[in-house]
């Protein structure tokens, strides 16, 4: 059986990518617009035909074309902002909870993960989870990513030459990511959230430092670490590094997984020690945009969950 796919907003970064990772697939079949993507009534044609459709669009067109379905068979998966935090949409991150995957597989509206809330999310909630770090606990988190995430205004700065080697952003800690990354923890205080930008096209480094002797029970680097392990056991594409690998690291690439769908979670911290930098390595476009978004798509139709994925 092939299943129709139409992607809205296909020329964009995280369409293009997206559109790469299925056009070679036979069980798959894409309805391109090409020169017809801009007319309304084709759109609307090609949301309301397609077995599953994935918007790769601004928040406020995510919601007008979500608002264009009809066809209640439609499966919907939105890379936008717009729908991270509602209710009535299931959190597109499979790894995130026991029950998360099931979830994606029988739902018709899936939000997919920002970039930053993936390494976050990832790192952060087994230990709310666990009680490592309490619900109301002051989190910090910084970040860095390609300029790839930035939209094309960005990517052309930096391309150009003209922009920095590193800029910090979000300044006003009002960045939009940070509801879904306080909500989908657990966490009841919202994240403070520093990201940054770096003159490379993609990767990311996402990283929560930690006081351990600071939090309930003065958990150790071994107890964190057990409870990563234990939260991401038989995954496919999340792996948490052992601490014999970390204690051997000197530093950490942020382009060491591009082109993959996979999420890599370290713990560095001296054993016995006081403190822990937990840090999450994706590809900003992969399992932080595009590859999730095939991952949920794949879930959702009941297909192989890594067709098409490295």
């Not at 979000?170 to 994240?191: A, D, I, Q, S, W």
């Not at 560095?268 to 403190?275: N, S």
């Amino acid at each position: 059986m092939t299943h129709t796919i139409f992607i809205d907003g296909e020329a964009g970064t995280t369409g293009l990518e997206i559109r790469e990772r299925l056009e070679a697939r036979s069980d798959l079949e894409l309805l391109l617009l090409g020169d017809r993507r801009r007319d309304v009534e084709a759109r609307r044609e090609a949301l309301n035909s397609a077995d599953a459709v994935i918007l790769c669009l601004p928040d406020d067109a995510a919601i007008e074309a979500v608002g264009m379905i009809e066809n209640p068979a439609v499966r919907v998966i939105d890379a936008s902002t717009a729908f991270r935090v509602d209710p009535d949409w299931t959190y597109g991150f499979a790894e995130m909870a026991p029950d998360q995957r099931e979830a994606i597989a029988g739902s018709t509206r899936v939000s997919n993960p920002g970039c930053y809330p993936t390494g976050f999310i990832g790192l952060v909630r087994p230990l709310v989870s666990a009680g490592i770090i309490p619900a109301g606990w002051p989190v910090t988190v910084n970040a860095v990513s390609g300029y790839s995430g930035g939209g094309k205004a960005m990517i052309a700065e930096f391309e150009s030459g003209e922009a920095e080697a590193y800029r910090a952003y979000g300044l006003t800690l009002k960045h939009k990511h940070v509801p879904e990354m306080t909500l989908h923890t657990g966490l009841e205080r919202r994240v403070l959230f520093a990201p940054a930008v770096g003159s490379y096209r993609q990767g990311m480094l996402v990283e929560v430092p930690l006081h351990l002797s600071a939090l309930p029970g003065s958990p150790s680097v071994e107890v964190v670490h057990g409870a990563l392990v234990e939260a991401y056991a038989g995954q496919r594409f999340v792996e948490v590094a052992s601490l014999e690998e970390t204690e051997a690291m000197t530093g950490i690439d942020p382009e060491g997984l591009n082109g993959t769908n996979r999420l890599k979670l370290h713990v560095f911290g001296d054993r016995g020690g006081e403190q822990v930098r937990l840090v999450a390595l994706l590809d900003n476009l992969g399992k932080g945009a595009s590859g999730a978004a095939v991952q949920n798509l794949n879930l959702m139709l009941g297909l192989a969950e890594d067709a098409g994925l490295s």
